[in-house]
């Protein structure tokens, strides 16, 4: 069965951390690239960052200091690390997951809250 994973969400209170990870079922092979995404309420869904096989990672200018991407050695799971939260980056994340085709598959979303 395909399927995409979202864990670690949950409540943090301001300038807290979470780690979220993202597991890809063992049916998805190739993948190309796993990213993270966020949708807070009534916004769009916008992107945070990549990692690729080799490691190479890229993020959105908003993230950049405050969130890291890695990956398992299998390259089945990737994680998002999130430090000094913010009210503002209460969302639900999301996970896509990329092979080749390309053909995308989304996970159904953790939520993190942040608030004092």
């Known amino acids: 069965q395909v399927q995409v994973v979202e864990s670690g969400g949950g409540s943090v209170q301001p300038g807290g951390s979470l780690r979220l990870s993202c597991e890809a079922s063992?049916?998805?092979?190739?993948?190309?690239?796993m990213a993270w995404y966020r949708q807070a309420p009534g916004k769009q869904r916008d992107f945070l960052g990549s990692i690729r096989p080799n490691g190479f990672t890229d993020y959105a200018d908003s993230v950049k200091g405050r969130f890291t991407i890695s990956r398992n050695v299998a390259f089945n799971t990737a994680y998002l690390q999130m430090n000094n939260l913010k009210p503002e980056d209460t969302a639900i994340y999301y996970c896509?997951?990329?092979?080749?085709?390309?053909?995308?598959?989304w996970g159904q979303g953790t939520s993190v809250t942040v608030s004092a």
């Open positions: 063992k049916s998805i092979v190739g993948i190309l690239a």
């Open positions: 896509k997951v990329v092979r080749a085709g390309p053909i995308e598959y």
